[in-house]
C-alpha cells in the first residue's frame, strides 16, 4: 500500500495550496493515530491498512446500523425503548398538552396518535385479534367513547376498532378502561405488527378448511410476550386465511398464512395446510406472493416470528421510505430470506410447489352482510352492515344486545368495516334482525355500498387530502340509486398515498388529492384481490370531487348499455382501454389536471 506522503503527492495537483494544506493536516492526524490490528497469521501490527484498527474507538450499532446513520425514529428508538413510556403518559394527562414529535412517535407504541392538526386529540386504536370481541367488550368500548371521547366508534379495514377525539388529560383513564376490558392498544401504531387479521366467520363458515381464529389468536400471545418483536424497521402485517367465503385479503398482507388442501396421491402427505404469502404492499402496487413454503398449521406461528426476527435484524434502520419487508426481500431474494428463517427454526419447513395443492373455493364477495347459514346445523351469522365503518354508542349497545339476547354474546369485525353476529338460531333471524332495523341498522347494503371502505379522511387525518368517508358514502349511494347493478361493486377511497383503504385493489380506487386547492382524487379502475387479484390501472391522475361523480355516472351508463351478458364492471373495466375508458367519461369530465 503507498505511504500517506506518496498518496498526497499524487493529489497535489489537484488541489489548491489551501486544500493541500489541509490535506497534509489532516493525513499527519491519521498517522499519528495509535493503530492495532491483526496481520493474516493473527499476529499484532501497527501498520494501518490490515484490517480494523482495534484501538479506535468502536461507533455504537443498532440492528447492525451504526447510531450515527439511523433516521430519526430509529434514534429515538436506540436512546430509549418506546414500550417504557408510563411516566410521559402520566406527564401527558396532568399537563394536558399535546406532545412534542418525539413523544408522538412514541406514543403510537401504546396505540396513541395526537392527529393535530386535523383534530387537537388523541385517537386511539385498539388490537383486536381476528376481529372477534365479546358483547360486553363492546358495551365498555362505547362507554369509553361516550365518557371521553366523540360517543362514535370507527371501525377500520384491519378489522379493529379506533376511538377519537380524547384530550391529553384523559389517556391513561382511556388505556386503563381498555386493559379493565381485557382488550390493549400496545403496539397497535408505528413500527410494531398491526392487529392480526382472520377469516371473520372461521369456525362458522361451511366452506372453510381450517379455524385459524386459535392462530390469530396465539400470534398475539406471542407478540404480547414477546418485547423484541415490537419496534421493527417499519409496520407490519399479518393475516390467516381459512379458505373459506369470505376474504380476509391475505396477499395484500406482510405475510398471510392461506389454508389449502394436498389431496391423496401428491408428493406430500394429504391434508390441510398453511402455504405462506410474502411481501403484499399494495400502497406500492405489490400482492404477497407464494413464497414456496407448506406449513403444517401448527408451524405457522414459529415461522411468522422467526420471520419477523428477520426482518427486524436486517431490515433498513436508515431510510423509512425503503424499511418495508418488500425491500429486504428486493435486496436479498426470497431464498436467502427463506434460509435466515430456517436457521432460527428448530424444525424443517417443506418446500412445495402450489401447484401440488387444490384451488381455492370461491369467495363470496356479499357474504361479509345479510344471513347465511353456518356449518354449525340450525344457527346462522348475521351480517351487519355499518357504512363506511361509523358506528354510534347507541348503535354498539343495540348489537351487543343483539348478540347476547339471540347470539352466543360473541361478535367478529371484518376488513370491510362491518360486523357479524354469529350463532343467531335460524328460527330467531327475523326477530335479531327487526331489533337492528330498530337500532337504525341494516344487514343489506345495494352492490356498490356493501363493496364500500373508507379511510378516515381529512376530518381526522393530517394526511388525507378529501373528506374520503362523506364523498364514499355519497358515490356508494349515488350509484346504488341510478344503476340495478347485479354483481358487487368494491369501492376504495382513500384521503392519500398511505392507501390505508387499498385503493388500487378496488373495482374503483379512488386517492385523495388537491386540484387547485379543491378536494378531488386519482381516479383508479380494476383492482381485485383473491381470484381477481389486480392492481388498478390509473384513469385519471386528479379530478376534482364536483366532477367526479357525474363521470362515473357516465361510465356506468356506457357498462350498462355495453356489458356482456351478467358481465361485472370489474371485468367490463379490465377489457377495456385507459383511452376507452376516459372516452365513456370524457362528456361529463370537467376539469381534470393532467
Known amino acids: 500500500m503507498p505511504s500517506m506522503p506518496s498518496q498526497l503527492e499524487s493529489l497535489s495537483s489537484a488541489f489548491s495550496a489551501e486544500q493541500e494544506n489541509y490535506l497534509r493536516g489532516f493525513f499527519a492526524g491519521v498517522m499519528q493515530r495509535p493503530f492495532v490490528g491483526q496481520n493474516a497469521a493473527g499476529q499484532l501490527t501497527c501498520q494501518p491498512g490490515t484490517g480494523a484498527n482495534l484501538a479506535a474507538p468502536q461507533e455504537e450499532m443498532f440492528f447492525g446500523t451504526p447510531v450515527s446513520d439511523l433516521c430519526a425514529e430509529e434514534l429515538w428508538k436506540y436512546q430509549s425503548n418506546p414500550l417504557d413510556l408510563w411516566d410521559e403518559l402520566l406527564r401527558t394527562a396532568a399537563s394536558n398538552e399535546a406532545p412534542n414529535a418525539e413523544n408522538r412517535f412514541r406514543l403510537k407504541f401504546h396505540g396513541l396518535f395526537h392527529v393535530a392538526p386535523a383534530q387537537d386529540s388523541f385517537m386511539l386504536r385498539m388490537r383486536v385479534p381476528g376481529g372477534v370481541m365479546t358483547a360486553a367488550q363492546l358495551r365498555g368500548v362505547a362507554q369509553i367513547a361516550e365518557q371521553w371521547g366523540n360517543s362514535r366508534i370507527d371501525l377500520t379495514t384491519r378489522a379493529n376498532i379506533q376511538l377519537r377525539e380524547f384530550a391529553p388529560k384523559n389517556v391513561v383513564h382511556v388505556l386503563n378502561?381498555?386493559?379493565?376490558?381485557?382488550?390493549?392498544?400496545?403496539?397497535s401504531g408505528a413500527d410494531n405488527i398491526r392487529n392480526i387479521t382472520a377469516s371473520p366467520i372461521s369456525g362458522y363458515d361451511p366452506q372453510e378448511l381450517l379455524d385459524v381464529q386459535p392462530y390469530a389468536d396465539a400470534m398475539q400471545n406471542y407478540i404480547t410476550h414477546s418485547r423484541?418483536?415490537?419496534?421493527?424497521?417499519?409496520?407490519?402485517?399479518?393475516?390467516?386465511?381459512?379458505?373459506?367465503?369470505?376474504?380476509?385479503?391475505?396477499?395484500?398482507?406482510?405475510?398471510?398464512?392461506?389454508?389449502?388442501?394436498?389431496?391423496?396421491?401428491?408428493?406430500?402427505?394429504?391434508?390441510?395446510?398453511?402455504?405462506?404469502?410474502?411481501?403484499?404492499?399494495?400502497?406500492?402496487?405489490?400482492?404477497?406472493?407464494?413464497?414456496?413454503?407448506?406449513?403444517?398449521?401448527?408451524?405457522?406461528?414459529?415461522?411468522?416470528?422467526?420471520?419477523?426476527?428477520v426482518f427486524a435484524e436486517n431490515g433498513d434502520r436508515t431510510d423509512r421510505k425503503k424499511a418495508r419487508l418488500k425491500y429486504l426481500l428486493d435486496r436479498w431474494g426470497v431464498e436467502r430470506f427463506l434460509q435466515e428463517t430456517e436457521k432460527k427454526l428448530a424444525f424443517p419447513v417443506l418446500r412445495v410447489a402450489a401447484s401440488e395443492c387444490e384451488s381455492r373455493g370461491p369467495v363470496d364477495r356479499a357474504g361479509h352482510l345479510g344471513t347465511h347459514a353456518q356449518r354449525q346445523e340450525g344457527l346462522s351469522y348475521i351480517g351487519v352492515c355499518v357504512p363506511v365503518g361509523l358506528l354510534s354508542v347507541e348503535q354498539a349497545r343495540a348489537i351487543a344486545e343483539v348478540a347476547e339476547r339471540f347470539g352466543c354474546g360473541e361478535l367478529r369485525l371484518t376488513v370491510w368495516q362491518n360486523l357479524i353476529l354469529p350463532n343467531v338460531p335460524t328460527a330467531c333471524l327475523?326477530?335479531?334482525?327487526?331489533?337492528?332495523l330498530g337500532a337504525g341498522l341494516e344487514i343489506s347494503a345495494g352492490t356498490v355500498q356493501s363493496g364500500t371502505v373508507a379511510c378516515t379522511g381529512n376530518r381526522g387525518c393530517k394526511y388525507a387530502a378529501a373528506d374520503t368517508k362523506s364523498h364514499a358514502l355519497e358515490i356508494a349511494r349515488s350509484l346504488d340509486s341510478a344503476f340495478r347493478i347485479l354483481q358487487p361493486v368494491n369501492l376504495h377511497v382513500t384521503g392519500?398515498?398511505?392507501?390505508?383503504?387499498?385503493?388500487?385493489?378496488?373495482?374503483?380506487?379512488l386517492m385523495g388529492v388537491k386540484v387547485d386547492g379543491d378536494e378531488g382524487y386519482q381516479v383508479n379502475l380494476g383492482g381485485g384481490a383473491d381470484s381477481d387479484q389486480a392492481i388498478a390501472r390509473q384513469l385519471f391522475p386528479a379530478m376534482k370531487y364536483r366532477d367526479l361523480l357525474p363521470a362515473?355516472?357516465?361510465?356506468?351508463?356506457?357498462?350498462?348499455?355495453?356489458?356482456?351478458?351478467?358481465?361485472?364492471?370489474?371485468?367490463?373495466?379490465?377489457?377495456?382501454?385507459?383511452?376507452?375508458?376516459r372516452g365513456m367519461c370524457a362528456t361529463q369530465q370537467g376539469d381534470i389536471a393532467s
Open 430 to 436: 327475523d326477530e335479531a334482525r327487526a331489533a337492528l
Open 552 to 581: 362515473l355516472h357516465a361510465l356506468f351508463d356506457r357498462y350498462m348499455a355495453q356489458r356482456r351478458d351478467c358481465e361485472s364492471f370489474l371485468v367490463f373495466t379490465q377489457r377495456h382501454s385507459i383511452d376507452e375508458l
Open 177 to 187: 378502561s381498555i386493559r379493565r376490558l381485557g382488550m390493549s392498544s400496545l403496539g
Open 496 to 509: 392519500c398515498s398511505h392507501s390505508c383503504a387499498q385503493h388500487y385493489v378496488g373495482d374503483i380506487g
Open 228 to 309: 423484541d418483536l415490537f419496534g421493527l424497521p417499519r409496520k407490519f402485517n399479518i393475516a390467516f386465511d381459512n379458505g373459506g367465503v369470505i376474504s380476509v385479503l391475505a396477499d395484500t398482507n406482510d405475510i398471510g398464512f392461506v389454508a389449502v388442501r394436498v389431496a391423496e396421491g401428491r408428493n406430500v402427505p394429504a391434508g390441510i395446510y398453511f402455504r405462506v404469502l410474502l411481501c403484499g404492499i399494495t400502497g406500492h402496487k405489490q400482492f404477497a406472493t407464494d413464497c414456496g413454503l407448506l406449513l403444517l398449521p401448527e408451524q405457522a406461528v414459529a415461522v411468522a416470528a422467526a420471520m419477523v426476527r
